[in-house]
């Protein structure tokens, strides 16, 4: 199993450019995260998934959409790149609720925003 | 909402010292994760504490949660240059669904040799 995988590894995007970062995960995971970690910061939660079509907001959903059309992929939408989303976009997924049972975590991806 | 703060933010110690960092809901936990993070990487599951009271061990490894369910600790003894890396611990509110995990800010352990 691949696990949890994340793409690209790194970007750089200019103010306004919007962009897709790409989370996929081959355990049959329901639960599926997105958080953004800052130097200081900790993870913050962005938006989560509970099943295919459902989705939620987290703690810092402003400018981010997501969808969930599989099981396996959760993809991450900048809708128009701000220099503060600057930031590394963890994805992670979980058998059951998070909380409760475990969660991977993705590489990661890197964004610059200029 | 919930916050979980953790301390200290960051701790330097020599190789062979013990090591603790602490965790503290504001508000009372239904379970608490704890998770590493080495420098580069990506979060790593280690433990998960469900019952007030509850101590676990791995290896060197001593997690701790309290008995109000409002705060938790890890404590590494006689630590080594393989401990390097930031310690997170994410708590999840108790009452009703709750699909969110809270994390706190981390505490950066480096080592030396």
């Known amino acids: 199993n691949a696990g949890v995988t994340q793409t690209p590894k790194f970007q750089v995007l200019k103010t306004g450019q919007s962009m897709t970062l790409q989370c996929a995960q081959d355990?049959?995971?329901?639960?599926m995260s997105w958080y953004r970690q800052d130097p200081g910061m900790g993870l913050r939660l962005i938006h989560y998934?509970?099943?295919?079509?459902?989705?939620d907001q987290g703690e810092v959903p402003n400018g981010y959409n997501v969808s969930r059309s599989t099981t396996e992929d959760f993809p991450l939408r900048l809708l128009s790149a701000a220099p503060s989303q600057t930031s590394v976009y963890f994805c992670a997924s979980s058998y059951g609720t998070v909380g409760i049972y475990e969660q991977y975590f993705g590489p990661g991806t890197r964004l610059t925003v200029t | 909402g919930q916050q979980v703060m953790q301390i200290p933010q960051y701790q330097h110690v020599q190789e062979g010292e013990d090591f603790t960092t602490y965790c503290n809901s504001s508000t009372t936990l239904s379970n608490i994760q704890w998770y590493k993070q080495r420098p580069g990487g990506h979060p790593v599951f280690l433990i998960q504490?469900?019952?007030?009271?509850e101590v676990k061990k791995q290896k060197r490894l001593t997690f701790q949660f309290g008995e109000a369910k409002k705060n938790s600790s890890l404590h590494i003894t006689a630590t080594q240059t393989t401990d390097v890396g930031t310690y997170f611990c994410a708590g999840r509110g108790s009452g009703g669904s709750n699909y969110k995990l809270t994390f706190g800010k981390g505490t950066l352990l480096t080592v030396n040799p």
């Open positions: 355990m049959n995971h329901e639960y």
């Open positions: 998934s509970v099943g295919a079509g459902i989705t």
């Open positions: 504490l469900v019952k007030s009271g």
